[in-house]
């Protein structure tokens, strides 16, 4: 686990719904790195809830950094790749306009089938992806930090 250098150093863990089952596997990983009582978790309907979650949050400004999750996946109704990319493009954008890092953990696989096999595959996947997160969070916190000094 890593000391954080600021008591006052906070992170906001966003999940959607959707596959909560996969998607909470990355705030197990995020919270293998960063200790739980410096995040704060916020549930979602859906990947298309993020953006503006994320910037409710960023406006704030009790928190360094954002994280969404989320697990996309083709329902055969719509087109799932333009959903995560609307999303995406929402939490970028949060970012660059508010000026707090909005990291993504939203995955859209090409090929996913509701098996035991797939589900664990992914739930392994989130873990790893939730770990790189708390990494790249606290990489980039501890950037500014020395852009403040």
């Known amino acids: 686990m890593t ?3 600021s008591a006052l150093t906070r992170f906001a863990f966003v999940k959607a719904q959707w596959h909560a089952d996969i998607v909470d596997c990355a705030l197990d ?5 960063i200790a739980p009582e410096f995040v704060d978790v916020f549930d979602v309907p859906g990947a298309f809830e993020m953006p503006l979650m994320a910037q409710t949050l960023a406006k704030t400004g009790n928190y360094s950094a954002i994280v969404c999750a989320a697990f996309v996946v083709d329902g055969g109704i719509y087109r799932h790749d333009y ?18 890092p ?15 096999h797939h589900n664990a595959i992914y739930r392994n996947h989130f873990v790893s992806k939730g770990r ?6 606290l990489s980039i916190v501890e950037a500014y930090e020395e852009l403040e000094t």
């Not at 990983?29 to 790195?33: A, D, K, S």
């Not at 959903?83 to 707090?100: I, K, P, Q, T, Y």
């Not at 993504?104 to 090409?110: A, C, D, E, G, N």
Request: no cysteine.
């Open 3 to 5: 000391q954080l250098s």
């Open 29 to 33: 990983g995020f919270t293998e790195i």
């Open 83 to 100: 959903v995560a990319s609307a999303v995406v493009d929402g939490l970028m954008r949060v970012g660059l306009d508010l000026g707090v």
């Open 102 to 116: 909005v990291l993504s953990v939203s995955l859209t696989p090409h090929q996913y089938q509701e098996t035991d």
């Open 132 to 137: 790189e997160a708390a990494e790249a969070a």
